[in-house]
């Protein structure tokens, strides 16, 4: 009886909220209608200024969400298709603003300045559009995986599909993990490895799924050029509408929404790694083995990307029943305050690393850390007296946790 009453009586209240998920690929669609209403030219540039200003002092104001779904909900809530439409409706969104966007790159009236900010603005709405196609390419219905492929297609980056999935999700925190940043490592290190390292594995993940099925490598089966055939589809379309002078804009849309995701990749795993309890094999992934923020308002604008720990250790749960748990490192900000941090190496290493520490109760070799500066790390940061007490078989590692979620209404705290 108590279980009936709490699935009949429990409520999402962040139910309609999800709408405003929509705002993002909306900001797309905003700066020629706003400017034109105000004749104020600054409205070009409106994604970098909702993005970077607006939403981190909403963070901040807001605070911390901390409530947690009960358990007895989950099947009800992950088969609400409303939350599924908050999705979807993405997309029309999306290339709604791009179709905009190609028609005001091609106007010849409009200054090159105010150019580059509607590029700017349309690279970070392009950004966020790959966080709806991470959403959609984790579910099992052939119909949203191929909207995950489709809402890569604005970037060109659709082999992230593949590695994402297959790659990522079963390397993370591990050397072996491209995506997975490491201790003592920049951001401007990091992108360059884990572009370049993620196309790699990608390809090379497709092709032993191909050959294991006996398939051709260059066919129609190859879902990364299924993935790239679509983008070119929609840069055909756009440069045959516009012509060959919004080339350069849509290149760096591109690039600016790559450059979002990658250093997204960067804030979600910096310096964490999963242990080998049995000198080989590395433990399960755990909520221990992503940053967290239960930042409101990034959260619903993201829908719970920032709940990452628990979409690691759970990757089947919808974003509507990811859960905050204590056990999870937390990070200090939302991320759009990490992006600018993590853009900034010295600030960025004053303010997480000393919590990769803590994580790891001080022993930084627990850390992933970056081989190239890995001495200089070890002298840095010295293991603790209580870990020198160990003999060098039995070198402590991380504790398998079966975390709790946090308590409704507890705020985590970094």
Known sequence: MEVEEVTLTWRDSK???????????????????????????????????????????????????GNNPPDVVFAQLSADRYYRWCTYLFLPILFSGLLVAGYMWADGALSVVDKL??????????????????????????????????????T?????????????????????????????????????????????????????????????????????????SLSAIVFGLLIGLFGGVIVPYLALQALIAIVLLE??????????????????RYERTTVRHSWNSDRLVTNIF??????????????????????????????????????????????????????????YGGDVELANICPRRRTSVLARYPRPASRLLVAAGDRPHATPVTASPVRSGHRSRP
């Open 302 to 359: 993201l829908f719970h990307l920032q709940r990452h720990s628990d979409h690691h250790a759970n990757p089947q749960r919808r974003y509507q029943t990811l859960r905050s748990f204590d056990a999870s490192p937390q990070l200090p900000f939302g991320y759009a305050s990490m992006i600018v941090l993590a853009f900034v190496p010295p600030l960025w290493r004053r303010v997480m690393d000393r919590r990769v520490l803590a994580h």
């Open 15 to 65: 139910r309609y909220l999800w709408l405003l998920g929509l705002v993002a690929p909306g900001c797309a669609l905003l700066p020629s209608t706003l400017v034109g209403l105000t004749g104020f030219r600054a409205f070009w540039w409106i994604g970098p200024i909702v993005v970077f200003a607006i939403i981190p002092l909403l963070d901040v104001a807001i605070g911390d969400e």
């Open 263 to 280: 250093t997204v990749n960067y804030v979600e795993h910096y310096g964490l790694l999963r242990q080998r309890p049995d000198g080989r």
């Open 156 to 228: 060109g980056y659709g082999h992230f599909y593949v590695e994402h999935n297959r790659g990522h999700h079963v390397r993370v925190a591990t050397p072996e993990d491209p995506a997975s940043a490491r201790f003592g490592e920049s951001l401007y290190r990091f992108l360059p490895r884990s572009i370049v390292g993620g196309l790699r594995s990608a390809w090379h993940l497709e092709v032993q799924r191909l050959r294991r099925r006996k398939r051709s490598v260059l066919s129609q089966h190859n879902q990364i050029l299924q993935a790239w």
């Open 117 to 154: 900010g509607l590029t700017v603005t349309v690279g970070l709405v392009s950004g966020v559009g790959i966080n709806a196609a991470h959403e959609l390419g984790h579910r099992v219905e052939k119909h949203e995986r191929w909207l995950a492929r489709l809402a890569l297609a604005q």
